[in-house]
């Protein structure tokens, strides 16, 4: 995938390139399994910054790069509310459209700035890829990966298809009439939906998916009978699972979630599948080393919170928290897999 620059610094100065080591667009975690960096008190720099002289007096302000109710939104909100007890009160604002790609294009304008923070994960990092998007992930500075969230296969509750043995044999006879609403071109959903259609040995190319860029949109899809079955993330999607508005056919998770236990997973309904979202946090590019440091550990002791961890409880998200050189590992290792799978479905 081809990489593009940082944009220009005041007065048109090009700003330094950080090295594309440092970051490398493309994750999905077939299973996680990361260490903790260890962490000074919340405030604190063993080089010698504190949180304080990051902010200059500044409030920090959080970016979702999506609708208000979607996974990046309640990330940013839990985050909001787990930092307060640490740094007071933060903002959190939306900038929506095109998987997060245009939150991205205008968060890079904050060049140096330590004081921005944005919500990103697999979806962005796919949907840059999918739209051509003139910047990446490349284009900031990674900090932590804080959550996973699997995907759940759901139907109308008026639907013939009663469990993923009869969504396999639908998508076999013929994928194309099988339309699947989910989130933004190239985003976990659709990612899946391709998945979905390797594991009956069929072409993921022939996949009908329907794009929106918001879970509410996909629902309203699906309930009109505009699509056959919808993915959402669990966290989102449960609600209405639990008022009975959408049946549940699967889960994406190597086990059964405890916020569905009466859901299969996709591998006991027959179909070799395992997926999760990830989500964490960036900065922008070019905040020196010393900020990046101490708002990596800012971010680590938020994890460490009892509202973070009532905030995992409460969402049904898996803590996934990882940082510095363990994290870079992490999604470069996980690059080719994801770069394949959206070829294969024509995004590449």
Not at 85 to 98: D, I, M, P, Q, W
Not at 185 to 213: C, F, M, R, T, W
Not at 240 to 264: D, H, K
């Amino acid at each position: 995938m081809e990489q593009r620059g940082s944009p220009p610094g005041p007065e048109g100065r090009q700003p330094r390139t950080r090295r594309m080591t440092r970051w490398i667009p493309w994750a999905v975690a077939m299973l996680v399994t990361g260490a903790v960096v260890a962490t000074a008190p919340a405030g604190e720099s063993h080089a010698g910054a504190t949180v304080q002289d990051v902010l200059g007096g500044q409030q920090l302000r959080i970016m979702a790069p999506a609708a208000p109710g979607g996974g990046w939104d309640q990330t940013s909100r839990e985050m909001q509310g787990a930092l307060r007890e640490l740094v007071g009160r933060t903002e959190v604002y939306n900038v929506a459209g095109a998987g997060g790609t245009i939150g991205l294009s205008q968060f890079v304008r904050f060049e140096g700035d330590p004081t921005q923070l944005l919500t990103t994960g697999l979806i962005m990092v796919g949907a840059v890829k999918a739209n051509g998007a003139e910047y990446s992930l490349a284009d900031t500075t990674p900090l932590v990966r804080l959550t996973t969230d699997y995907q759940a296969i759901v139907v109308p509750t008026s639907s013939p298809l009663r469990d993923t043995g009869d969504l396999a044999a639908a998508m076999r006879e013929d994928l194309p009439s099988v339309s699947i609403a989910g989130g933004s071109a190239g985003g976990v959903e659709q990612i899946l939906a391709g998945l979905l259609a390797k594991a009956v040995g069929a072409n993921p190319a022939d996949v009908s998916y329907v794009a929106h860029s918001g879970g509410g949109e996909a629902l309203t899809t699906l309930l009109s009978g505009r699509a056959t079955i919808g993915i959402s993330g669990v966290s989102e999607i449960q609600p209405q699972i639990e008022a009975g508005t959408v049946r549940a056919l699967a889960v994406s998770s190597p086990e059964r979630l405890p916020a569905l236990p009466g859901v299969p997973t996709l591998r006991e309904g027959g179909l070799d599948v395992e997926l999760q979202n990830w989500r964490g946090v960036v900065a922008p590019h070019g905040i020196s080393d010393e900020h990046e440091r101490a708002l990596e550990r800012l971010l680590l002791d938020m994890t460490r919170t009892q509202a973070w961890r009532d905030a995992l409880a409460r969402r049904g998200w898996g803590d996934a928290t990882l940082a510095g050189p363990e994290f870079e590992r992490f999604v470069r290792s996980e690059q080719q897999r994801v770069s394949q799978v959206l070829d294969e479905i024509g995004l590449g």
